[in-house]
């Protein structure tokens, strides 16, 4: 058996194709690569989401409404609240009656959520059970 080293001159001829082997072998690896991540990324929790709902409210006359202004500032059945230690005091006076009022935040639209959530937070330290956000209904395009 014989093999091949060269040719017998010595000059070795310059092979001028491309060899393609190692390229399809980094395709074929990035398709296998891609085929196995894609289903993990398309992959979620199911869940059902929240629709959107207008329901009447119920205004009883033991219920309070809390409002929060665009500069933060808090009122209670519009009289001002001087700050969220006083909401608790107010909201603890109301949270022992029984059956408990319901507070409806109304906050407006400019308002900071810290503002809106140092309401909902003061109503949870005081144990209000029920706390509903007043909005505006949406326009009905025509």
């Not at 082997?21 to 395709?27: A, E, R």
């Not at 085929?35 to 059902?48: G, M």
């Not at 709902?53 to 500069?71: G, Q, S």
């Not at 230690?85 to 400019?110: S, Y």
Request: glycine residues 6%; contains cysteine; charged residues 20%.
């Amino acid at each position: 058996m014989s093999m091949n080293v060269g040719s017998a001159s010595g000059d070795d001829d310059v092979v001028s194709t491309i060899n393609t082997t190692p390229l399809v072998d980094v395709m074929l690896v990035l398709l296998i690569i891609f085929l196995i991540t894609i289903p993990a990324v398309t992959q979620q929790v199911l869940l059902s989401l929240p629709k959107e709902t207008n329901i009447a409210r119920v205004t009883k006359p033991e219920n309070v409404e809390i409002a929060v202004n665009k500069d933060g500032d808090i009122f209670w059945n519009s009289s001002p609240v001087a700050d969220t230690e006083a909401l608790v005091k107010r909201l603890g006076t109301i949270a022992v009656l029984n059956p408990q009022p319901e507070v409806h935040i109304r906050g407006d639209e400019k308002s900071r959520y810290e503002s809106v959530g140092r309401v909902v937070f003061a109503c949870q330290r005081a144990g209000i059970m029920k706390v509903s956000f007043v909005t505006q209904p949406p326009e009905r395009g025509g």
